[in-house]
């Protein structure tokens, strides 16, 4: 005797039914006060000078994205730029201390950067033309970027040990190829003050006294050249690793108001891939175990918790040594070298990355900066056809919902399930981004606001209250006088296509984002839900919430 189709089908369900857990968890978002706020153009992306032949883990993942021969010309990559309006680009990189400028006096000729057994990094110098920074400025002139640039902090000096270098640093060049910069009329919106070259140092290192004395240097140099031009660029340093006493040392030397932003890097992911230890191991290995461990530290709370003590150390150095300043994230790929492939440059990675903008900016961070905006296997566009990543997507969404201001969310949920809160950007209310890691749990969101209300003239009360009272009601035509408007929210639910983390299409409230048959980014449109409807996040997946109505007076 047969079963019946439904019960058939019933019971080939069952097993994902009885997998998937449902937890109820409540929310407190505490609209009174910002906690911290971000730049207003937080979300940033790093072009960089790695040529074609940087390779790692047995693959060459760079291409033509170089800022030496990148194809300006394609139309993905400046519309991908145009649809931030603006975005903020990072020039630099490791071989940013090996990049001279031919303007000016140039002792040696100008060649690009060529494979070199004995050079930092394996590569040799490279040579900037001007010709073609006149084609960057003219790029980032079209695209409206707001660009800083990464000059060479280790021209002029020499190596005295295994990596430290020493010596005063020779500004020359530096200061012809910012004069020739001012000369032309070109934006900087600031410059940096090398690349990894703080504490240890990340091929080489210099001695942070020598440091902050040079950055006075450079500090003195911009003020010379830009005395008759406005506005007058930020000075950016050291674009390094954050070591605490090299930190505080850079603080003390340079003296208030030298350094506008301590800029740091962030690899919290370890690297990309492996290195074969011999060709039997390349034979018989597949990277399957480097792809599984990238990903079980990406969906671990507490592996994504642990940068945390690096954002906060930070903040107390600036609070103890250097007030004047404030803390940007200058480059930061999850995965070093490269990145991870297939981990990197898919779905998967977007819980990292919105995880790491949340966390940053709770943590006083002005500016965070991806590396890259193209290039190696964490770009948020494809090396080879320019077409966006999923992590694009999510970078997009957060620069247009996520305001300045941050508010603090606390919960009694797990700790799979993340949260953030930000004033709404350009417009009235609050914006909640929430990040599902666990697998099998879907959470039910219930929301409280803790706010700030008036019940006399002079009288005022702190006091917990359910969040549908928190709301303000609004007309929602011109005119009206109706005082019992529906009230909604917006919803941007993000799923891969076909439920595969490594999956490069995301799914936007179940719709794949593609580019347009023009080549233009999607509209990135929500769905209008109504405020009374329960909230739910989807196990793996990542939902950002927009509470137009919502009375916050720490974002006024």
Known sequence: MGFPPFLLIFLALCPAFLAQIVEDTALVIDGTVKIAETDANYVCATLDWWPKEKCNYNECPWGYTSLMNLDLSHPFLANSIKA?????????GSLQNRVIYDVGNLESRCHPFTKQGDGLFGFSKGCLHMNRWDELNSFFKKTGALVTFGLNALHGRQRTGKRLWGGNWDSSNAHDFINYTISRGYQIHSW???NELSGKGIGANV??????TDVIHLNNLIDQLYKHFQPRPLLLAPGGFYDKEWYEKLLEVSGPGTV???THHIYNL???????SSKRELVGR???GSDRNLVNKILNPLHLNKIADTFSNLTQTIAMNGPWTSAWVGESGGAFNNGGHNVSNTFVNSFWYLDQLGMAAKYHTKVYCRQTFVGGNYGLLDTSTFIPNPDYYSALLWHRLMGKGVLAVSRNSSSYLRSYAHCTRDRAGVTLLLINLSNQTQY???IESSATTTSHANEKSNHKKSFIHGLKKTFSWVGSKSSDVTLSREEYHLTPLDGNLHNKIMLLNGLPLQLTEDGDIPSLSPVIVNIKSPISVAPLSIKFLVFPNYNSPGCR
């Open 270 to 276: 370890g690297p990309g891939g492996w290195e074969p």
């Open 260 to 262: 506008d932003a301590l």
């Open 207 to 212: 001695n942070a006294e020598q440091y902050g």
């Open 444 to 446: 039910g969101v219930s």
């Open 192 to 194: 940096e003050f090398g």
């Open 286 to 288: 597949t990277k399957l």
């Open 84 to 92: 931030f309006n603006p975005l903020r680009l990072r020039l630099g």
